[in-house]
Nanobody, 116 residues
Framework: QVQLEESGGGLVQAGGSLRLSCAAS????????MGWYRQAPGKQRELVATMTSGGSANYADSVKGRFTISRDNAENTVHLQMDSLTPEDTAVYYC??????????WGQGTQVTVSS
């Protein structure tokens, strides 16, 4: 079994920064992709940023230039540095792991609230 645990969420003023972290434990295998999704009230869960085990990153257009995703050398943790935050970034952020197509693991989510 695989477990993902997020941390680093909180309340921040517009223009501020937060750094999210996700630690994966359990049996992780395959050419995996790790990343972050978010869901705001009344909206569908959407991709924020992902990174493959080889270091290829993908970002949503809305966060390009503001957010940076990274993984450690062991590829069992993933981070999301969020700068220049706006109230539109307010959401629950979920860590996500896909070892291979058809197998998905999700964290419990961490709340990010950006005030004006």
């Amino acid at each position: 079994q695989v477990q993902l645990e997020e941390s680093g969420g909180g309340l921040v003023q517009a223009g501020g920064s937060l750094r999210l972290s996700c630690a994966a434990s359990g049996n992780i295998f395959g050419a995996n992709v790790m990343g972050w999704y978010r869901q705001a009230p009344g909206k569908q869960r959407e991709l924020v940023a992902t990174m493959t085990s080889g270091g290829s990153a993908n970002y949503a257009d809305s966060v390009k230039g503001r957010f940076t995703i990274s993984r450690d050398n062991a590829e069992n943790t993933v981070h999301l540095q969020m700068d220049s935050l706006t109230p539109e970034d307010t959401a629950v952020y979920y860590c996500h792991l896909t070892p291979y197509r058809g197998l998905n693991y999700w964290g419990q989510g961490t709340q990010v609230t950006v005030s004006s």
